[in-house]
T-cell receptor, first 110, second 113 residues
Framework: GQQVMQIPQYQHVQEGEDFTTYCNSSTTLSNIQWYKQRPGGHPVFLIQ?????EVKKQKRLTFQFGEAKKNSSLHITATQTTDVGTYFC??????????FGTGTSLTVIP | KAGVTQTPRYLIKTRGQQVTLSCSPI?????VSWYQQTPGQGLQFLFEYFSETQRNKGNFPGRFSGRQFSNSRSEMNVSTLELGDSALYLC????????????FGPGTRLTVL
């Protein structure tokens, strides 16, 4: 069955440092989505990647989809305290179903 | 547009009881998915309903069931509650079924004593 590994599970950074979370699938994906969940909140959609090698940016956030469409990354440049939360990838397989990664919990130390 | 709403927000039950959770999707959205979120297991997919039919199902026992009504509202039922069912249950709606963008509700926090 589909397996989606997300690393690291936890990350503590000083404010201003960069942060990256990785999402890896055992099978080729049709697309991948990223969500952010603030503490005490619910997941909120950030972005969707569909094409092999695709790179998208949202201000300080950069999202990449691997060439083989089996992995993805989310990179945050110069973290701020507002970036605190858990970041989830959601991998879409060819069978029209989503598989959420285990999430990376980001703590930003001011 | 109003967001996804879930009721109740908090629930305390005892082992062996059953519970029904409700979800109202964003107006116009026809797909509703349910997820269980626990600290150790992350977001686990329960099932997806589209046009009143279950389209996808996760790996959960038969104690977990759901349904969708003609107005797209959905309910989830858990029978014979176990301590391990304590979790945040999230509902997400989307316009289309499958891999469309998911809009999550605030969740129902279920505690089983």
């Amino acid at each position: 069955g589909q397996q989606v590994m997300q690393i690291p599970q936890y990350q503590h950074v000083q404010e201003g440092e960069d942060f990256t979370t990785y999402c890896n699938s055992s099978t080729t994906l049709s697309n991948i989505q990223w969500y952010k969940q603030r503490p005490g909140g619910h997941p909120v959609f950030l972005i969707q990647l569909v094409k092999s090698g695709e790179v998208k940016k949202q201000k300080r956030l950069t999202f990449q989809f691997g060439e083989a469409k089996k992995n993805s990354s989310l990179h945050i440049t110069a973290t701020q305290t507002t970036d605190v939360g858990t970041y989830f990838c959601a991998a879409g397989d060819t069978g029209n179903q989503f598989y959420f990664g285990t999430g990376t919990s980001l703590t930003v130390i001011p | 547009k109003a967001g996804v709403t879930q009721t109740p927000r908090y629930l305390i039950k005892t082992r062996g009881q059953q519970v029904t959770l409700s979800c109202s999707p964003i107006s116009g959205h026809r797909s509703v998915s349910w997820y269980q979120q626990t600290p150790g297991q992350g977001l686990q997919f329960l099932f997806e309903y589209f046009s009143e039919t279950q389209r996808n199902k996760g790996n959960f026992p038969g104690r977990f069931s759901g349904r969708q009504f003609s107005n797209s509202r959905s309910e989830m039922n858990v029978s014979t509650l176990e301590l391990g069912d304590s979790a945040l249950y999230l509902c997400a709606s989307s316009y289309e079924q499958g891999q469309d963008t998911q809009y999550f509700g605030p969740g129902t926090r279920l505690t089983v004593l």
